[in-house]
C-alpha cells in the first residue's frame, strides 16, 4: 500500500516536472517570437493585455488605419498571447496572398464565427476552411455558378426585387424616412435567394417587421450572435445565461431555416442540365474518393455561407453608397448625368423611362466609380483578409516566425496616405485615371549592412547574428530593415501580376481565396444603385446628423463595416 502510494507520488512529480518544462518550453518559444515581432514597428500596448481593447473596440477599424498611418506599410501587434503582423504595403500584401505552402487561410480567422454558426459541431466551410482538399472541391465545384454568363440569367430577379422596393418607398412617400441600410440588405438576402436558390424569402415585400420577415431577422440575429460568441470564448460556457440561451437558439433557428431550404431544393427533384444556380452546383459536388454527394449537414452549412457572406456586405456596400453619393451633390450630378444620357433617368419629360438591361451595367462608368469610391473609404469587409504562417519566412526583409497571424485590414490598406492621395476625400473622379487600383513602384528598401539583401531566411538570420543581435533571432531594428532575396515587383511578376504591379484596391481580396460571390455582388450594387437614383433622390434625415454623424456612428464590432443607427432617408420620387 506505502509503495503503491509512494510510486504514485512519483509519478505525479514526474508528470507535474514534464509539465512545467513543456509550460516553460512554450513559453520560452512565445518570448522569441515575441522579440522578433517587436523588433517591427509596433503601437504601444498594454503590459499583459496588449492591444486587446483597442481591437475589441467596434471602431478598431479606424484605429487599425490610424496606426498603418503612423507606423507604415508593415508593423506588429500582440494581443494578449496572440502575435500578429498587420500588413497594409501592397506589394506585401500582394506576397502574402500568392504565397501558398507559407502562409494559410488562419484556422482563427475573423470569419471563423462562420463556423458555429453554420454547423452544430461547428465544421469549416468553403469561406473559413484551410485551403485543403475539401475547399478545393467545393470552390471547384460551385465557381462555374457565378461565373457572367449564369450570373447574367439572375438579371431578371435582381429587376423585379428592385421594383418592389421601389414601390414600397414610393407608398412611404415623400416625408417618411425609411432606413436604407435595411431595406438593402433585404433586397440582397431575396436577389441571392432568388438568383442562387430559386428562393423567395419574401423579405422584400414589406419592411415592417412581420411574420413574412422571419427569415431576414433570423439570419441577422443569428450572425450577431455568432459574432458575439466567437469574440467572447467565454460565452460558450455560460449556457445558464438567458442571453447566451437565446444566442444558441438563435444558431439553431439559422440552422433550420438552410436546413428546410435544401429539404425544399432536393424535393424539386433532378435538376435539368441547364440549371446553373448556386443550388444545383452544390448538390452536384461529388467526393472524388467515394463519389458520394456531400452530407446534408455540410451541404446546409454550404447554403447558409452564401447567404451570411453575400446579404449583409453587399446591402451594407449599396447603403454606404447611397448615403456618400447623398452628401455629395457634385457627384449625384454627374450620376444622374449618366443614367439620364442613358434613358434611365426618371424625368418630368420621361416619368417611365425604359427598364435597365444587363448590357446597361457596364455602361454605367461614373456610378461605378462612385460605388468603387465607397467601397474604398467604407469597406463592408472592413477586417480583409487574414492568413498564418505556417513556417518561419521573410516579408519585406522581416523575419516572419512561424504561427504568426498575419492581417490585411481592408479599411488600414484602402485609406492609409502610404497608398493613396488624400484618402479621405470622396473623389470618384480618381478611378479614371490610368491604372488607378495599382500600388506605385516599391520605394528602395535601405541595404543592409553587408550592401547585399540575403536571399534566404537563413542568411536573414545570420545577418541579423553577424548583426551582434540576440541570441534568440530578433531582428535589427526595423529601420535597418534587410531587403527580401527579390524585389517585390519582380516577385509579383514572376507570380503572374500583369506588368509587375500589385494592386491596393481588392474589396473582394486577391488570388485563390478571392470572393467567390463578386460577380453577382456587382450585379446586384450597380443595378440596385442605377434604378433607386433614377427613381428617387435621397436625402439623409436630420436626426442621423449628417457626414460626420453617420460617420461617427459606424462600426466594425459585428465584423462588417456598418451604420450603427442604420441610414434612414427621404425617399422623393424625381418626376
Ligand atoms: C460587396 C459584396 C461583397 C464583398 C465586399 C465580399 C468580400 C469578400 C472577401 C474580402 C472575401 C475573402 C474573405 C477572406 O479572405 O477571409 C470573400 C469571400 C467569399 N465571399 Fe464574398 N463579398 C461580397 C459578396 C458576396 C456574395 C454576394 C457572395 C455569395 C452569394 C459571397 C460569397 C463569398 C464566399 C463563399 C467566400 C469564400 C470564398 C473562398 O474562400 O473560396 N460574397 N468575400
Known amino acids: 500500500m506505502l509503495v503503491c502510494s509512494a510510486l504514485a507520488q512519483q509519478c505525479c512529480a514526474g508528470l507535474f516536472v514534464i509539465v512545467c518544462t513543456l509550460a516553460v518550453l512554450r513559453l520560452a518559444q512565445w518570448y522569441r517570437k515575441l522579440q522578433i515581432l517587436q523588433r517591427l514597428p509596433h503601437p504601444k500596448g498594454r503590459w499583459l493585455l496588449g492591444s486587446v481593447a483597442d481591437i475589441a473596440s467596434p471602431t478598431h477599424h479606424k484605429w487599425l488605419t490610424a496606426c498603418a498611418a503612423e507606423l507604415g506599410g508593415i508593423f506588429s501587434l500582440r494581443l494578449a498571447v496572440i502575435n500578429a503582423v498587420i500588413v497594409t504595403d501592397p506589394h506585401l500584401v500582394a506576397e502574402v496572398l500568392s504565397r501558398s505552402g507559407e502562409v494559410e487561410k488562419s484556422v482563427d480567422s475573423v470569419y471563423s464565427h462562420f463556423n458555429v454558426l453554420l454547423h452544430a459541431k461547428g465544421l469549416p ?3 473559413t476552411s484551410r485551403t485543403d482538399d475539401y475547399w478545393k472541391l467545393v470552390r471547384k465545384s460551385v465557381a462555374p455558378a457565378f461565373n457572367p454568363k449564369n450570373i447574367r440569367k439572375g438579371f431578371g430577379h435582381v429587376l423585379q426585387v428592385n421594383r418592389q422596393l421601389i414601390d414600397i418607398l414610393r407608398g412611404r412617400g415623400p416625408t417618411t424616412t425609411v432606413d436604407l441600410d435595411n431595406a438593402t440588405q433585404r433586397l440582397t438576402l431575396d436577389v441571392i435567394g432568388r438568383v442562387g436558390f430559386e428562393k423567395d424569402f419574401g423579405a422584400t415585400r414589406s419592411l415592417d417587421d412581420n411574420a413574412a420577415n422571419i427569415a431576414f431577422d433570423t439570419m441577422g440575429a443569428g ?8 469574440n467572447n470564448p467565454l460565452r460558450r460556457h455560460l449556457k445558464f445565461l438567458p442571453s447566451v440561451r437565446k444566442g444558441e437558439q438563435d444558431f439553431c433557428r439559422f440552422r433550420k431555416i438552410m436546413a428546410d431550404l435544401l429539404v425544399e431544393i432536393k424535393a424539386r427533384g433532378e435538376p435539368s442540365d441547364d440549371d446553373t444556380s448556386i443550388a444545383t452546383h452544390l448538390l452536384r459536388i461529388r467526393d472524388p474518393a467515394t463519389g458520394k454527394a456531400l452530407p446534408d449537414d455540410r451541404l446546409a452549412a454550404e447554403i447558409g455561407v452564401f447567404f451570411t457572406g453575400g446579404f449583409e456586405t453587399t446591402g451594407h456596400t449599396i447603403a454606404w453608397t447611397l448615403f456618400m453619393i447623398s452628401q455629395h451633390p457634385e457627384v449625384e450630378a454627374k450620376v444622374l448625368a449618366e ?9 418630368t419629360a420621361r416619368p417611365s423611362p425604359r427598364a435597365m438591361e444587363y448590357d446597361d451595367i457596364a455602361k454605367l462608368t461614373y456610378t461605378t466609380a462612385a460605388t468603387k469610391e465607397s467601397m474604398r473609404m467604407l469597406p463592408v469587409l472592413t477586417d480583409g483578409t487574414n492568413r498564418t504562417t505556417d513556417k518561419d519566412m521573410l516579408l519585406g526583409g522581416h523575419l516572419i516566425p512561424a504561427g504568426t497571424m498575419i492581417w ?4 488600414a490598406l484602402f485609406n492609409s496616405p502610404h497608398n493613396w492621395d488624400q484618402p479621405m476625400v470622396y473623389r470618384p ?14 520605394q528602395q528598401s535601405p541595404a543592409p549592412a553587408t550592401g547585399k539583401p540575403p536571399a534566404t531566411l537563413a542568411a536573414a538570420v545570420a545577418l541579423q547574428a553577424s548583426a551582434g543581435l540576440a ?8 529601420t535597418t530593415a534587410i531587403t527580401a532575396g527579390k524585389p517585390p515587383a519582380k516577385q509579383a511578376e514572376a507570380e503572374g501580376t500583369p506588368g509587375g504591379r500589385v494592386k491596393r484596391f481588392m474589396p473582394f481580396s486577391e488570388g485563390r ?13 450597380t443595378t ?7 427613381h428617387f433622390s435621397f436625402k439623409l434625415a436630420p436626426e442621423m446628423g449628417g457626414m460626420e454623424g453617420v460617420r461617427a456612428s459606424e462600426s466594425s464590432g459585428l465584423l462588417t463595416l456598418q451604420p450603427t443607427n442604420g441610414i434612414h432617408m427621404f425617399c422623393i420620387p424625381r418626376a
Do not use: H
Open 471 to 478: 541570441a534568440n533571432g530578433g531582428l535589427s531594428d526595423p
Open 429 to 442: 473622379e480618381r478611378w479614371s485615371e490610368p491604372g488607378a487600383e495599382y500600388a506605385k513602384a516599391p
Open 408 to 411: 490585411i485590414p481592408f479599411n
Open 513 to 525: 481565396r478571392d470572393c467567390v460571390g463578386q460577380n453577382l455582388a456587382r450585379m446586384n450594387y
Open 339 to 347: 443614367l439620364d444620357s442613358l434613358g434611365l433617368l426618371v424625368t
Open 223 to 230: 450572425r450577431d450572435e455568432g459574432v458575439k460568441r466567437w
Open 125 to 127: 466551410n468553403i469561406f
Open 528 to 534: 440596385t444603385l442605377a434604378m433607386l437614383l433614377a
